[in-house]
T-cell receptor
Framework: DAKTTQPNSMESNEEEPVHLPCNHSTISGTDYIHWYRQLPSQGPEYVIHGLTSNVNNRMASLAIAEDRKSSTLILHRATLRDAAVYYCILRDVGETSGSRLTFGEGTQLTVNP | EPEVTQTPSHQVTQMGQEVILRCVPISNHLYFYWYRQILGQKVEFLVSFYNNEISEKSEIFDDQFSVERPDGSNFTLKIRSTKLEDSAMYFC?????????????FGEGSRLTVL
């Protein structure tokens, strides 16, 4: 999997939007951008993924730069429950086996009340 | 909402003992995975399993580890002779599809402590 770079930590206030950046300058044309998060003492949880276009779901939005070398996970109104480690992961569209996710260090998001 | 369930939530064992960690994946999922996370470290891939065979394994998944799906619902990870460094959270995951667009659903984890 191509490498991603994320800030070690970010802080937000409750009910404010949060923009979590991810750089992936070596992304290939066939890499999907996935985001997972891990709440304290829990397993990772899928958040969202995209290829080229911006994506929205009930949890978050994913904004992908036009050159695809970076992306931003947007939480529209952070809650205390959103405090977690957020992982940005690239997965090649050519993978056909039940293939691995390669987790990095992620971004520890702290949400202040 | 369907979920992946894991048992036990916590197991304490003596070094050298065999351990079996159990997982019930989401019922219509076909791909199964084990990951582990040593305290304070990254989540690491161990193995993926499809159609009753291992499809990919990491360098961590050596001969001490094995997986099986004995009865069509459970998915187990066996560590034959535990070492101190096997102490970690072990996460089972499943997905409906393979490939890069599929999402993985993870369980809450089984904490293994080797003394």
């Amino acid at each position: 999997d191509a490498k991603t770079t994320q800030p070690n930590s970010m802080e937000s206030n409750e009910e404010e939007p949060v923009h979590l950046p991810c750089n992936h300058s070596t992304i290939s044309g066939t890499d999907y951008i996935h985001w997972y998060r891990q709440l304290p003492s829990q397993g990772p949880e899928y958040v969202i993924h995209g290829l080229t276009s911006n994506v929205n779901n009930r949890m978050a939005s994913l904004a992908i730069a036009e050159d695809r070398k970076s992306s931003t996970l947007i939480l529209h109104r952070a809650t205390l429950r959103d405090a977690a480690v957020y992982y940005c992961i690239l997965r090649d569209v050519g993978e056909t086996s039940g293939s691995r996710l390669t987790f990095g260090e992620g971004t520890q998001l702290t949400v202040n009340p | 909402e369907p979920e992946v369930t894991q048992t036990p939530s916590h197991q304490v064992t003596q070094m050298g003992q065999e351990v079996i960690l159990r997982c019930v994946p989401i019922s219509n999922h076909l791909y199964f995975y084990w990951y582990r996370q040593i305290l304070g470290q990254k989540v690491e891939f161990l193995v993926s399993f499809y159609n009753n065979e291992i499809s990919e394994k990491s360098e961590i998944f050596d001969d001490q580890f094995s997986v099986e799906r004995p009865d069509g619902s459970n998915f187990t990870l066996k560590i034959r002779s535990t070492k101190l460094e096997d102490s970690a959270m072990y996460f089972c995951a499943s997905s409906k599809t393979s490939g890069s667009a599929g999402e993985l659903f993870f369980g809450e984890g089984s904490r293994l402590t080797v003394l």
